[in-house]
């Protein structure tokens, strides 16, 4: 989940600016059009829809509009697959308290209009219910947790369960549930350190991984430290995590039962990682040149053409092969791609819009 608060960025790129007043950006960097592209289905009107989780029978999507760290609010989107309409799921109105709180016991109201989302992640307890988990960087820095009610004659709706709050001086990138109702979250960055996003994007340790439980908080995973750590995914059977470390460009698997890193893969700049259909792990590996992003993050509404590339790894293996790769109109700067239904929905942190590809687009190589 790429994104860095533009103080601490322009402290690093005050240092290179000679460099970068020198260096070209590439045509199709910012894109203002919504104009399909070949196979390349733009659906524009959205905010920086970073991430996607889909809802069980398959007949919507759930888009974590971002606000740029908290710099702006966003919203949970209703995503309808079938005609490409959406709506705001929350904040709509006034949210009420439930009679029990599923998170932190000091956490008893549900955020507000200033509601900034990021990272998600979807999962089935142990009782049957679903969890929604949304990273929360607006009014306050924590994890939102959303009971997702279906209903055969009934949209999906959400109601607001309580949150929980990470350990202190922590940006929250990431977010996976378990299904007995733990949550783990990686830390970007210590926010109160100004130079901590410098020292990430040099390689520096900035981030690690931490878990929560009901009854014990939140605590360090040990051996988890990384540079800009970023997205995070649990496998189907639950005894392990992928953690995404961003400038390490390398995707740490995690024995959770062991507390240890038990396989190392290599991609450059990974973000956002779903479960692809074939079981391997899609993670959007970004460029991150340094005078592209400069360009399109000085108006966030525009949509950006960052190249990138949907990278597949076998969890087993730890191997890896690009999928897909694409660079300029109609949408770049690509945070996750999700597959469904014979298509893939890939989102941003910049711009208007999310992209539909056909899935045989995705062949490999």
Not at 17 to 23: D, N, P, Q, V
Not at 312 to 335: C, E, N, S, W, Y
Request: with cysteine; aromatic share 8%; hydrophobic share 40%.
């Amino acid at each position: 989940m790429q994104c860095f608060h533009r103080l601490s960025f322009c402290v690093l790129t005050f240092g290179v600016a000679i460099i970068l007043s020198a260096c070209s950006v590439p045509e199709g960097t910012l894109i203002t059009d919504c104009v399909d592209q070949g196979n390349l289905h733009p659906v524009c009107g959205l905010q920086s829809p970073e991430d996607i989780a889909i809802v069980p029978g398959g007949d919507y999507l759930l888009l974590s509009e971002l606000g740029s760290m908290g710099e702006r609010p966003g919203r949970i989107v209703l995503f309808n697959v079938a005609d490409e309409s959406w709506k705001p799921l929350f904040p709509v109105g006034a949210a009420l308290a439930p009679r029990e709180l599923q998170g932190d016991a000091n956490c008893t109201e549900p955020p507000g209009a200033e509601m900034s989302p990021h990272g998600t992640h979807l999962v089935q307890l142990e009782d049957g219910s679903w969890r929604y988990l949304v990273v929360n960087h607006g009014g306050r820095e924590a994890v939102e947790l959303f009971s997702l009610q279906l209903s055969p004659s009934s949209e999906p709706g959400l109601q607001w369960q309580g949150c929980v709050f990470p350990a202190d001086n922590t940006l929250v990138n990431d977010v996976v549930g378990l299904s007995n109702g733990d949550v783990i979250y990686t830390r970007m960055f210590h926010p109160q350190d100004i130079l901590g996003q410098v020292r990430g994007l040099l390689g520096f340790d900035t981030g690690d991984v931490w878990r929560w439980n009901k009854h014990s908080g939140v605590r360090l995973l040990p051996g988890t430290a990384g540079s800009l750590t970023n997205g995070i995914e649990v496998s189907p059977d639950e005894h392990f995590i992928f953690i995404n470390q961003y400038m390490d460009k390398e995707i740490h698997k995690y024995d959770l039962a062991g507390e240890q890193v038990v396989g190392i893969g290599h991609v450059a700049h990974a973000d956002n990682s779903a479960w692809g259909p074939g079981g391997e792990l899609w993670l959007a590996s970004q460029a991150m040149e340094l005078p592209v992003y400069q360009a399109c993050t000085r108006d966030q509404s525009i949509t950006c053409g960052m190249s990138f590339e949907i990278v597949a790894l076998d969890p087993q293996t730890m191997k890896t092969r690009v999928i897909f790769r694409h660079q300029g109109p109609p949408m770049g700067a690509a945070t996750v791609a999700t597959a469904h239904r014979g298509k893939v929905y890939i989102g941003s942190f910049l711009g208007d819009r999310l992209l539909v590809v056909p899935l045989a687009e995705f062949a490999g190589e």
